[in-house]
C-alpha cells in the first residue's frame, strides 16, 4: 500500500494539458502555436528556477532527476518539454501528409520518441518509490507515459505493444475518474474517448474484431490479464487512491434523500459504504455502448457493493439496540428509527438494482429469440423457460420491495409497486403461454394469455388512483406506452395460438361417411336450432373433445310458416273496374260463362261486390 508524503508535490497533468491545450491553438489545430507556447512556457520557468543552461557555447546541460526536484516546477518543465515535443510532432505529421515528404515522416517519428522519452522520465520522478508526488499524480503520470509510448508503437505498426500502452491508460483514467472531482472525471472521460479509436484500430489490425467489431471494454480487460503481476500492482494502488478519497468524500457526506426524507449519516464506516455503492452504481450510466456481459458484472459489483453496506447497517443496528438496552431516552428511540429506515434505503435501492439485472438479462434472452440477434445469436439451450425464470425473479424482488419495512406505510410507493407487479407478472404469464405454444398446448397457452390480459385491465384500473411518476427514476409507475404494448402483444400472440390451434385440428382428415353418421335426427338435436338461423354464433360442440357432434344445418321436413295472403273483403278498387269477361270468355272457349256469372250474381253479389 503506498501512503502519502507530508510534502509530497500535486501535479494535474490532464488539467494542466487540457487547459494548455485549448488556450493556445488546439482547438483549431495550430500545432505550430502551441509548441510556441511551450518554448516560452518553458524560458519562463527555468528563469524563475534559475535553472538555465546557457546559450552557444556556454551551454551546459542540466539533466533533470529525483534529486533535483525539490520544487513543483521542475515537474512542468519534463511535463512541457513532452508536450512541445508532442506538438511540434503534430505539426510535422500534418505537414508531411499534406506533402507526402518520407523525410518529415522520419522527423516526426523521432519527436514523437523524444516526447515519450521525456514522458518516461516524468513517471520515473513521480513514481511511488522516489516519494516525490502523491499517488494521483503518480497514476496520471503513468498513464500520460502509456499514452505517449502507445503513440510510438503504434507509428511503428507495432499493434500489440501498442494496445497493451493505449490500454494500461485507458484502464488507469477509467479508474481515476471514480477519485477525483467532477471536473477531473469530465477529463478522464475526455482522455478515454481520445484513446479508444487507437485500441479499436490496434483490435482491428490483430484481428481481434468479433463479427466486425471491436469490443474496447474486452480489449483493455484482456491486456490487463497478459501484463500479470504489474498491472495487479496498479489496480491495488488505484484502488488505494479510491478507498482514500471515498474516506474523504464521506465525511463531507452528512445525510442522504430518499423519498422526501431526509436521513442523517452518523456512522463514518456507513457512510463510506453507501457512498462506495452510489459510486459503482452511477458508473452504470458511462456503460451505455458496452454489451450485455460487460454490464451483468458491473450490475454484479453493484449488488455485492450494496450487500457490504448492508453489512454495515446491520452492524450499527446492533451496536444500538446494545447502547439502547443500557440507556433508554428519546433521542436514542429517533436514532434507531433513522437507522432503521437507512437500512429500508439500502434494500430497497438493493433489490431496484436486480431489478434492472433481470430486465436487462431478460432483454438480452428475448432479442436472442425474437429480435434481431435471433438470426446471428440464436443459441439452442436458450428456450423461454429461461425468459420466464428473469421475470419470475423479478416479480420476487418486487415482492421483497412490498414487504420492506415502512414501505406499506408510504400509500404512493405502495400502490405504485402493486401496479408493477401486476405489470411484470403479465408479462410472465406472456411468456408461460408462448412456452406452452411451442409445445403445441394450445389451450394451456390461451387460458395464460387471457390471465395477462387481466393483469392488464387492473393494471389499467388502477392508473387512475396513481398520480403520473413523472421523471422520476425512482418511479415504479407503469407508463401508458409500456400498458399498450404488452396488451397489443397479447392480442397479437392470442390469435396466432388461435389459428395454430384451428390448422392443427384441422389437418385431421375424416371420410363424408363418418361424418354423415354423426348426424342425427333425435329430439335431443332438434331442440337446438339449426345453424342457418344463427350463423351469427360459433357452434360450441364442434370443439368438444368428449364428444364432438355436428348440428344440424336446416329443418328436415321444413316446418309450417305463415304466408302473405290476399284479403277477403277489402278490395274496394276492383268493384269500380270494368272487364270485358265476354271477350274473355269466348278466349277461354266459354261463350257463355260471363252471362251465366252475370245472372248467379243475384242480389248478394249486388252487396258484397264483384267475384
Known amino acids: 500500500m503506498v501512503v502519502d508524503q507530508p510534502n509530497a508535490f500535486v501535479l494535474d497533468i490532464l488539467s494542466l494539458t487540457n487547459e494548455a491545450r485549448n488556450a493556445y491553438g488546439l482547438r483549431r489545430q495550430e500545432y505550430g502555436r502551441y509548441r510556441h507556447h511551450c518554448t516560452q512556457r518553458l524560458h519562463r520557468i527555468r528563469k524563475t528556477l534559475g535553472f538555465t543552461h546557457g546559450k552557444d557555447k556556454s551551454f551546459i546541460a542540466r539533466p533533470i532527476t529525483a534529486e533535483t526536484v525539490n520544487d513543483e516546477k521542475y515537474l512542468h518543465l519534463l511535463l512541457f518539454q513532452a508536450e512541445r515535443a508532442w506538438g511540434y ?21 523521432g519527436r514523437l520518441k523524444k516526447a515519450a522519452k521525456i514522458a518516461q522520465q516524468l513517471e520515473t520522478i513521480c513514481s511511488a518509490s522516489t516519494g516525490k508526488v502523491d499517488v494521483r499524480t503518480a497514476l496520471d503520470a503513468q498513464a500520460y507515459s502509456a499514452l505517449m509510448c ?100 464521506a465525511q463531507d457526506l452528512e445525510s442522504l434523500n430518499w423519498r422526501s426524507r431526509t436521513l442523517p449519516l452518523r456512522n463514518a464506516k456507513l457512510a463510506t459504504a453507501i457512498l462506495a455503492a452510489q459510486e459503482t452504481a452511477a458508473e452504470l450510466k458511462n456503460m451505455t455502448g458496452a454489451n450485455t456481459e460487460v454490464k451483468l458484472e458491473q450490475f454484479d459489483r453493484v449488488l455485492q457493493a450494496y450487500a457490504e453496506a448492508e453489512k454495515c447497517v446491520a452492524k450499527a443496528l446492533k451496536e444500538d439496540a446494545i447502547a439502547a438496552a443500557k440507556v433508554k431516552s428519546s433521542k436514542s428511540e429517533q436514532n ?14 438493493c433489490l431496484r438494482h436486480a431489478i434492472d439485472r433481470n430486465l436487462l438479462l431478460a432483454q438480452d434472452i428475448y432479442n436472442r429469440l425474437e429480435g434481431d440477434a435471433a438470426a446471428t445469436d440464436r443459441n439452442e439451450d436458450l428456450q423461454y423457460q429461461n425468459l ?51 409445445l403445441s398446448r394450445h389451450v394451456e397457452a390461451i387460458a395464460l394469455f387471457d390471465r395477462a390480459q387481466a393483469y392488464a385491465t387492473q393494471i389499467r384500473s388502477g392508473l387512475g388512483k396513481i398520480g403520473n411518476g413523472g421523471s422520476d427514476p425512482d418511479s415504479f409507475n407503469v407508463a401508458e406506452t409500456e400498458l399498450q404494448e404488452i396488451e397489443s402483444k397479447i392480442r397479437g400472440r392470442k390469435c396466432q395460438v388461435h389459428a395454430a390451434w384451428y390448422l392443427e385440428n384441422g389437418q385431421e382428415s375424416h371420410s363424408i361417411e363418418d361424418q354423415l353418421s354423426s348426424m342425427s ?12 338461423k344463427r350463423l351469427d354464433t360459433y357452434p360450441t360442440s364442434i370443439t368438444s373433445k368428449t364428444n364432438p357432434t355436428v348440428p344440424h344445418l336446416v329443418d328436415f321436413p321444413p316446418a309450417l310458416q305463415a304466408i302473405p295472403a290476399k ?38 253479389g249486388s252487396i258484397w261486390g264483384r267475384k
Request: with cysteine; glycine share 6%.
Open 89 to 109: 510532432a503534430m505539426e510535422i505529421k500534418a505537414l508531411s501528409v499534406a506533402l507526402d515528404d518520407t523525410r518529415k515522416q522520419s522527423h516526426y517519428v
Open 150 to 249: 502507445g503513440y510510438v508503437l503504434f507509428e511503428a505498426q507495432q499493434w500489440q505493444g501498442a494496445l497493451e500502452k493505449f490500454s494500461a491508460a485507458r484502464a488507469i483514467y477509467d479508474k481515476l475518474s471514480l477519485a477525483g472531482t467532477p471536473h477531473q472525471e469530465a477529463l478522464c472521460h475526455a482522455a478515454m474517448d481520445e484513446i479508444d479509436p487507437n485500441i479499436k484500430f490496434c483490435g482491428y489490425r490483430l484481428r481481434l474484431a468479433k463479427d466486425g467489431v471491436v469490443d474496447v471494454e474486452e480489449l483493455v480487460k484482456m491486456s490487463a490479464a497478459n501484463k500479470g503481476s504489474g498491472s495487479d500492482v496498479l489496480m491495488r494502488e488505484i484502488e488505494h487512491l479510491i478507498a482514500r478519497t471515498r474516506q474523504a468524500k
Open 336 to 349: 434507531t428509527a433513522e437507522l432503521n429506515m437507512i437500512a429500508t434505503f439500502i434494500s430497497y435501492s
Open 388 to 438: 420466464v425464470k428473469a421475470y419470475d425473479n423479478v416479480v420476487q424482488n418486487l415482492t421483497a420491495i412490498q414487504e420492506l419495512p415502512g414501505v406499506a406505510a408510504d400509500m404512493k410507493l405502495s400502490a405504485e409497486v402493486d401496479n408493477k407487479l401486476l405489470y411484470y407478472k403479465g408479462w410472465r404469464c406472456f411468456f408461460t403461454a408462448t412456452a406452452y405454444s411451442k
Open 521 to 532: 335426427l333425435d329430439e335431443r338435436s332438434l331442440d337446438e336450432p339449426a345453424l342457418i
Open 567 to 604: 284479403p277477403l273483403f277489402f278490395d274496394i278498387a276492383f268493384n269500380h273496374m270494368d272487364y270485358n269477361h265476354n271477350v274473355l270468355a269466348e278466349r277461354a272457349g266459354h261463350p257463355k260463362a260471363s252471362q251465366q256469372n252475370e245472372s248467379s250474381g243475384g242480389w248478394f
